[in-house]
């Protein structure tokens, strides 16, 4: 086989020394204890307070919202994280992630109104 010197072997040029690699491989380690934590702080919620908290539909809202609420704090870790978004500036985060947040909020919204249009009789099939 020959050798070609218009092909670049880019493996060869990352300018990473070991430093680097310990930071990066840190910052990797780092953010999968933090997104397990979170996962198992959901996991533990939903396990333990699911049995006690049924009747309480006030007490178990708030757990549902506060699994939401974990949940897209999870997702906008990952999107900052992997997706190097942590790197930019903040008005360019916000320009991201402000669309995705208020369209959740907005969904919120929407499915506790009907919710509750529901429970107190305004709601579907209701005469």
């Known amino acids: 086989m020959e050798d070609r010197d218009d ?9 990473h020394n070991e430093e680097e690699g310990k930071k990066i491989r840190k910052k990797i380690w780092r953010t999968t204890l933090i997104l397990t934590a979170i996962t198992g702080f ?3 919620m939903g396990v333990n307070f ?3 908290l049924m009747e309480h539909s006030s007490a178990w809202m708030w757990i549902k919202l506060l699994y939401v609420v974990l949940t897209i704090g999870k997702a906008a870790f990952i999107v900052i994280v992997f997706m190097h978004l942590g790197d930019e500036r903040k008005a360019m985060k916000y320009c991201i992630l402000a669309p995705y947040i208020l369209f959740i909020i907005y969904l919120f919204v929407i ?5 509750l249009a529901v429970i107190w009789g305004g ?3 209701t005469n």
């Open 123 to 125: 709601g579907y099939g």
């Open 7 to 15: 092909i670049i072997e880019y493996s060869l040029y990352n300018h």
């Open 42 to 44: 959901e996991i533990f």
């Open 111 to 115: 499915c506790r109104h009907e919710g």
């Open 50 to 52: 699911s049995k006690g």
